[in-house]
């Protein structure tokens, strides 16, 4: 499972609350991805890091802030949280030679 | 922006049957990876090609890169129960991936 793992694992919450999710790496990989996934539809880029405190946006960046203050560590945080960022959160990490992207368990959010 | 596309988006077939999905794009990639992903669960890989027309075999899953890097498919030889879920494909250029939207399978016995 390439040592991830995502807190919380589900979480309700209601619109206008701030929402922050973590993802947590054993292995010192420096590429970290966060990516959110809706019924159906494959997985799209949030944001992702390349290194500490170096982050970049990705496809679907409108809403989201990301953190990333030591290497294992990747934050994704919602200011205010809006009914349409309900979905499944996953984060990932690049390894590998072929630099493949491999998945945590993800993160279940509702956004009442 | 690159796109991925999949087909079928949904495929429901018998156990035993053998079955083939693609994933399309006009963009090159430079490499490419298949995940499986079930339900409540993150995508796991499966496999990952990296040179033109180069074929993976996984017991009786067979992959193919196409020969421009554009494409691939996935064939599966007498598909059984196990093999239900989402199949995507992700295309990967300069440390970023693109995904594709996904082929649910489902395989009843």
């Known amino acids: 499972d390439a040592g991830i793992t995502q807190s919380p694992r589900h979480k309700v919450t209601e619109t206008g609350t701030p929402v922050t999710l973590r993802c947590h790496q054993t292995e010192n990989h420096r590429y970290m991805y966060w990516y959110r996934q809706d019924p159906g539809h494959g997985l799209r880029l949030i944001h992702y890091?390349?290194?500490?405190?170096?982050?970049d946006k990705g496809e679907v960046s409108d809403g989201y802030s990301v953190s990333r203050s030591k290497t294992e560590d990747f934050l994704l945080t919602l200011e205010s949280a809006t009914s349409s960022q309900t979905s499944v959160y996953f984060c990932?990490?690049?390894?590998?030679?072929?630099?493949?992207?491999?998945f945590g368990p993800g993160t279940r959010l509702t956004v009442l | 922006t690159q796109l991925l596309e999949q087909s079928p988006q949904f495929l429901s077939i018998q156990e035993g049957e053998n079955l083939t999905v693609y994933c399309n794009s006009s963009s090159v990639f430079s490499s490419l990876q298949w995940y499986r992903q079930e339900p409540g669960e993150g995508p796991v890989l499966l496999v990952t090609?990296?040179?033109?027309?180069e074929v993976k075999k996984l017991k009786r899953l067979t992959f193919q890169f196409g020969d421009a890097r554009k494409d691939s498919s996935l064939h599966i030889t007498a598909a059984q129960p196990g093999d239900t879920g989402l199949y995507l494909c992700a295309g990967e250029y300069a440390g970023k991936s693109t995904f594709g939207d996904g082929t649910t399978l489902t395989v009843k016995p």
């Open positions: 090609v990296v040179t033109g027309g």
């Open positions: 990932a990490i690049l390894a590998g030679a072929s630099d493949t992207q491999y």
């Open positions: 890091s390349y290194g500490v405190k170096d982050t």
